[in-house]
């Protein structure tokens, strides 16, 4: 959650008051809050409803258009002028309902922030727990454990944004009447999984569309590998020996169709069957093929486990996972590329990152040397030679367009800069600076190149499938071809 992206809303009523509320953006130019703060009797039509960001340098603005608002669910997502340069989530809005008692966060304007002087309302902190959602509803019941005494004290708080982590889980739309009972808030895994209208205007049913064309190319992949082998490949003995199959009566479509079965039951199991035929397969071919067809099958299936993305592609991406493993899933679903992975002193990452490191931030280094600097890495890392002298508009127009080519299948290069948040030797990283990110994905500059951050949040299973892949090398590394 970004503090300065919390909106306060001031719809201006008929008698000349403004009532105040509070929203978060989900996206550019769009603000999610709930309904009943912006569509009310008492709200005078015909002067426009403020937004303001206080902690923000961008210029306040008014809504320019309610594009939706049910009045079922007390949602509303308006439009209007969002924070430039602001960056979110590309998994901000969150796809799974939240688990009993997990922890949430979130700001808002309440009466409670008022100051004595001059009355102004200050953002506040408010945080609690989750109750066992009941997924038949949107909505969601969560403790408080904040200062209101009274309902009171809570107004302008509705349509604040409910956090766990680095996403977004709900807005709230009701406060307590009293101290000891509950906030009621409206899911979005809910909305994102039942109303179509919330699916199309957030771009999100594009995005579940194209994430289920990416499993299924996946899994066409995974077809593929295996209709190659034969019942004499050992891979291919060792897994059907792995999942009880009679190898004599196994054909490749069946071995296809029981492993895909048995990922739906266990994913995480699918992966050790891979390990375990993998290492015995080993014992009796060593052979270049074997190491391939184990590698992409493991790849492949690992890919599957990628979380599907809430958030269009945008040049600087901002990812809820802990490593360079997950990064490289969560990359290979928003662009639809195979997930590729290699291993240096012992860390694992996708074969095409460029890592951050290699930049650092000099005393007195302006922002136009960062760029110069930073052009000539990139230029090294994709065509393997040096740049040439100096890197004008036309090379970095070429540049770019290499960048963009291969983000696909085919060529399967996802060429694009990574930086782990969590690297405490990365503290003065000039890409930690949002400026120094937006002049190098600048029109001018190199717009379709990733710039990556991670590091602050640990995905679903991550730990366990963090294991798992440096197992695959380990099996991999001790296990050469013969010669």
Known sequence: MDTKLIA???????????????????????????????VFDERDK?????IEWPDSKHVDTNVTEIVWGSDEHDMAILRCQTPPNMSLSSDLLASRDPKSHEQ????????????????????????????????????LTISCKS???????????SGAPVFHGPQLFAIITATPQKRDE???????????????????????????????????????????????????????????????LNVANTTNQKLTDKLLEAFKEDDLAVLDVLLRAGADAFKQDSGELLRQNLRQLFCLFAGLMAPECQAIKQAL??????????AELSLAALYDTNPEFVRNDGKVHGRHTI????????????????????TETIYKAIHKAPPPEPIDAFELEALNSTIKQRQNRSLNQLHRLELNRRDTNLTNNPLLDAANCQAL????????????????AVAEKEAKLSAKITELFNILETSQPST
């Not at 991406?317 to 997950?326: F, G």
């Not at 994905?441 to 602050?456: K, Q, R, T």
Request: proline share 6%.
């Open 441 to 456: 994905i600048a029109a001018d500059c190199l717009p379709d190149l990733p710039i990556v951050h991670y590091g602050e």
């Open 317 to 326: 991406i901002n990812l809820p996972v802990r490593t360079a493993m997950a």
């Open 104 to 139: 949430w966060s979130g700001y808002g304007y309440p009466a409670i922030g008022k100051e004595a002087g001059s009355g102004l309302r200050e953002k506040i902190p408010v945080m609690g727990e989750f109750f066992p959602p009941n997924v038949a509803t949107p909505k």
């Open 46 to 50: 015909a002067v426009p409803i403020a």
């Open 182 to 244: 509950c906030f009621t808030a409206i899911s979005i895994p809910w909305l994102i999984r039942n109303d179509q209208e919330f699916q199309e205007i957030t771009g999100i049913q594009g995005q579940i569309q194209k994430h289920q064309k990416f499993v299924a190319e996946q899994k066409r992949q995974i077809s593929d590998v295996l209709s190659k082998m034969t019942t004499q490949d050992a891979l291919f003995k060792q897994i059907a020996g792995q999942l009880n």
């Open 355 to 374: 890592n951050a490191a290699v930049f650092t931030r000099e005393t007195g280094w302006s922002q136009t040397e960062f760029i110069k600097d930073a």
């Open 8 to 38: 306060k809303i001031l719809p201006t009523k008929k008698d000349g008051k403004r009532a105040i509320g509070t929203g978060y953006p989900i996206a550019e130019g769009l603000v999610l809050t709930a309904r009943h703060v912006v």
């Open 147 to 157: 200062d209101a005494l009274e309902k009171a004290g809570w107004c302008g708080l």
